[in-house]
């Protein structure tokens, strides 16, 4: 989409996706990006799991904040 959204996953955790971003919801601890930028947000007390996949790689969070 031409404008930004956000998801809101529980225990803190929260992925904001750039323009023109296109994400796919696999599972509810899986995202596959396939074009544009995201970032996730997480508190460092969340617990929740998350895997992003892009065609290059796959990410794991650990309760950080990140760009992909």
């Known amino acids: 989409a031409a404008t930004r959204a956000a998801l809101q996953f529980g225990d803190g955790l929260s992925v ?19 074009s544009g930028a995201l970032y996730v947000d997480a508190a460092p007390s969340s617990n929740e799991s998350l895997l992003v996949e892009t065609s290059v790689a796959s990410i794991r969070h650990f309760g950080t904040q990140y760009l992909v």
Do not use: F, Y
């Open 16 to 34: 904001r996706l750039d323009r023109n971003s296109r994400v796919q919801v696999i599972a509810k601890d899986r995202l596959k990006l396939a």
